[in-house]
């Protein structure tokens, strides 16, 4: 084998593995982002989290009830919301890294009142894209993981 076939061939495995090395370098990520807001009913807990999802230069989408067309609209849970929102140049970029963003977006955080508070729960897009094992995404995904952490935050001030 020449020298040239060497190197060509050390090239050739150093570019498949260390997308490898570098995946298992991450720091795991929780599955779940989580807030606690004690002493807020639920309405006031939405209100807050509209007005923080529009202050991070984010579009409100959409909301539903948890059993939204499941059960007749009357029978709906009233304590747990699930809250839309996008910021679409953000999703556009996830998207053209890998269509398979759109398992977690648009973004969603899910308002769960119990008791004496209200819980923020919202699925970590770092930990989403970890398993998708797209280390182009990754980046983008620790973005939106600070936004939501962020804008749930500041819901609960």
């Known amino acids: 084998m020449t020298h040239a076939m060497r190197t ?6 150093v570019g498949l593995l260390l997308p490898l090395g570098l995946a298992r370098a991450m720091e795991p990520e929780p ?10 009913a639920l309405d006031e807990a939405y209100e807050n989290v509209l007005r923080s999802i529009n202050q991070h230069n984010y579009t409100f989408v959409r909301d539903q009830a948890i059993d939204s067309r ?3 609209q009357q029978w709906e849970a009233r304590n747990v919301r699930i809250v839309y929102f996008c910021n679409f140049s953000k999703m556009d970029r996830a998207l053209s890294l890998d269509v398979r963003a759109a398992q977690f977006l648009p973004c969603r955080i899910t308002l769960i009142e119990q008791d004496d508070r209200v819980d923020l729960v919202a699925i970590n897009p770092a930990w989403a894209s970890q398993n998708l094992g797209n280390p182009l995404l990754h980046p983008l995904c620790l973005e939106l993981k600070r936004d939501y ?3 749930m935050e500041e819901a609960s001030l």
């Open 31 to 40: 599955p779940l982002l989580t807030v606690s807001l004690p002493g807020m």
């Open 149 to 151: 952490l962020a804008i």
């Open 8 to 13: 060509l061939l050390v090239v050739i495995l």
């Open 70 to 72: 499941l059960v007749p």
